[in-house]
């Protein structure tokens, strides 16, 4: 069966979750985002607790209320997550990185608000990487912890997939196609391809994210399991 009923236990397991859509600042009033809700973070989180787990929520902004019995941590930069992530790791059994990390951040963001008289009729970005937290997870992580994480796709979802899966160490990987309108980034539903490490592959249904964060929940469960 594609979704299981939800029964996962994950009774004593500290799990952090991350989500929403980071934000790189260019001036106080002015930052580099993207379209992430946050729903389907949100939505693992409250799944986690509901199965039992000490589940804390590292996020960016969103307009969600906070699902109840969840520690709260806000962020709103890539590098404040990747902080966040990073301390928090070693006390924490998993990780599921939900959020929608932003790859690039002004190389400077003014004190001031940028004035329109100090450009003539074009202003040009400088942008540099961010860190990749998933990359530095892989590289402490210890063999008892879970990490999962989600590919944001427009094409060769299942390759590119993969791919995250293998370069950053992952036990699971949730894959997106964002390029479909009735799914993903905003709205109430989800598909998403699950990638195991060991190589198989499970496609749910179009169906909500709440199910989606249910079935996600149970393969965390059974990825604990077979440790
Ligand atoms: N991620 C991360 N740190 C980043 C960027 C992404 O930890 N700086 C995480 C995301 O939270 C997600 C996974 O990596 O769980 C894959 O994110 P995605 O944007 O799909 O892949 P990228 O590795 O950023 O590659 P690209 O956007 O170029 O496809
Ligand atoms: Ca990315």
């Known amino acids: 069966l594609p979704l299981a009923a939800g029964t996962a236990d994950l009774t004593g397991k500290r799990l952090l979750v991350t989500a929403g859509g980071t934000r790189e600042r260019l001036d106080p009033v002015r930052f580099l985002t993207n379209d992430s809700s946050g729903k389907m973070g949100y939505a693992i989180a409250a799944a986690a607790q509901r199965a039992g787990a000490d589940v804390t929520l590292i996020t960016a902004p969103t307009k969600l209320p906070v ?11 890539t590098q404040d997550l990747a902080d966040a992530v990073l301390t928090r790791l070693p006390a924490a059994d998993g990780l599921v990185m939900a959020a929608a990390v932003a ?14 008289t100090n450009a003539n009729d074009e202003l040009v970005l400088r942008l540099k990487k961010t860190p990749d937290i998933l990359q530095a997870v892989a590289a402490q992580k210890r063999p008892d912890q879970v990490v999962v994480g989600f590919a944001a796709e ?9 791919q995250k899966l293998t370069k950053k160490h992952l036990d699971l990987l949730a894959a997106n196609d964002v390029s479909r309108a009735d799914i993903g980034f905003n ?38 399991n077979q440790k």
Request: glycine residues 6%.
């Open 103 to 116: 790859d690039f951040q002004p190389i400077e963001s003014a004190d001031q608000k940028i004035k329109k």
């Open 187 to 224: 709205g109430d539903n989800n598909q998403v391809t699950f990638l195991f490490a060991d190589g198989h592959n499970e496609q749910t249904p179009v169906t909500s994210k709440r199910a989606i964060a249910t079935t996600l929940i149970t393969h965390v469960a059974e990825i604990f």
């Open 67 to 77: 699902p109840s019995g969840v520690t709260v941590v806000p962020i709103e930069s």
């Open 154 to 162: 427009t094409q060769h979802l299942l390759e590119n997939g993969r």
